[in-house]
């Protein structure tokens, strides 16, 4: 990025490790949600190195219009689903970002601080507002900066996400890099690493291998749902668009195959093997051999994560209690974090607590 001052520095040399992601409470999660980024929270939960928060990103979620009554219920659903897929409230801090004031709070300096040219940059934000640009709220295009706030309210030092959000987690670096200068505190924000690992980083559509998949495509069959009962995964991986030849025997093969890399990689994600080891296994296959046992083992995999959802939403006061419980402790560590920021700007702080 232009302007800036680089610094050195690694968050695992300056800080304690602690582990942050989040996840817009917008619809169902999808197989990509699932493969590249909460199975991966999940592990990094139970490694136990260090405290783990998982948010419910509903800030971010109202950048383009939610109708309200479906955004209440869709915050209760993903925090069933984080559940249903293995993460623990006794281990992790499991949260819903409005309810903790310091994302907003962090949010507004770091607006002062991310510079318009960088925004500019964004891929993410030019796929979303499309052409209509002038039309997009104010909220989307500030969008990464209000995640940079989300991570570094807590300090985090380590950020598991898909692939697509390693440009919002440059911009953090650059953001927490420029505060640390211009306010004259090396060190005071880490700078987090991206954590992007494991066989399916980006998972693409069932439909188009060229197209990430995603809640907002029109077509239902392009995305296996965590909520698709066993019928519909085993249907939608059926019909999932191939090529006529068989599995290759190296992983070589696959490059010019984008529609058969990524049913390979979500093999291999849901098998907790490599690509490698899958191309191996099924080289010289036929899609008619191996889609069924790609759709057995997704079936497998994700049909108990349906049941436990249903099981957590059956309560839904519970899951309030989960969440208030993890605000608060969210709370705890962020705000100590926002005074010593405030301090460093010159803000005075005295708030009603
Ligand atoms: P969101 O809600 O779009 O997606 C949640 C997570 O799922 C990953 N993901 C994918 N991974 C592989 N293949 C796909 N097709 C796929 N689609 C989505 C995303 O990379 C993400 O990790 N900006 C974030 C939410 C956010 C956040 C944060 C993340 C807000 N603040 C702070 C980390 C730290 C987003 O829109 O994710």
Not at 137 to 158: E, K, N, R
Request: glycine share 8%.
């Amino acid at each position: 990025m232009t302007d800036m001052p680089t610094q050195a520095g690694d968050a695992a040399a300056t800080h304690p490790r602690r582990v942050f992601s989040g996840v817009q409470p917008t619809g169902n999660l999808h197989l990509g949600n699932y493969l590249g980024a909460v199975k991966r929270f999940v592990e990094m939960q139970d490694e136990g190195l260090g405290e783990t928060l998982y948010c419910m990103v509903d800030l971010h979620a109202i950048t383009t219009w939610q109708d309200p009554a479906e955004l209440t219920r869709s915050i209760r659903e993903l925090a069933a689903a984080f559940m249903a897929c293995g993460l623990d409230p006794k281990k992790s801090i499991l949260f819903n970002q409005s309810q903790v004031a310091a994302h907003a709070e962090l949010g507004w300096i770091f607006n002062c601080v991310a510079r318009v040219g960088w925004l500019n940059r964004m891929t993410q934000f030019k796929e979303k507002a499309g052409k209509n640009r002038e039309n997009a709220s104010v909220g989307l295009y500030g969008y990464p900066v209000l995640m940079a706030a989300d991570i570094l309210a807590y300090q985090a030092t380590h950020v598991p996400v898909g692939e697509d959000q390693k440009q919002h987690l440059e911009l953090t670096r650059d953001i927490a890099t420029k505060f640390n200068n211009d306010f004259g505190c090396p060190d005071f924000f880490p700078l987090p690493e991206p954590i992007i690992e494991g066989a399916a980083t980006r998972v693409m559509s069932l439909r188009d291998g060229s197209k990430k998949m995603s809640k907002s495509d029109a077509s239902d069959m392009s995305r296996i749902n965590l909520t698709d009962d066993s019928d519909a995964i085993a249907q939608k991986i059926r019909k999932a668009r191939t090529d006529p030849d068989p599995l290759p025997g190296s992983l070589e093969g696959l490059a010019e195959r984008p529609e058969a890399r990524n049913l390979v990689g979500i093999y291999a994600a849901l098998a907790d093997t490599t690509a490698e080891a899958v191309v191996a296994e099924y080289a010289g296959a036929q899609f008619g051999a191996f889609k069924p046992a790609l759709a057995d083992l997704a079936v497998e995999k994700l049909s108990p994560i349906a049941g436990r959802m249903r099981e957590f939403l059956a309560d839904p006061a519970e899951i309030d209690r989960i969440l208030g419980d993890g605000a608060e402790r969210a709370a705890a560590i962020a705000n100590p974090i926002i005074d010593a920021t405030y301090d460093k700007v010159g803000l005075l702080r005295s708030r009603p607590r």
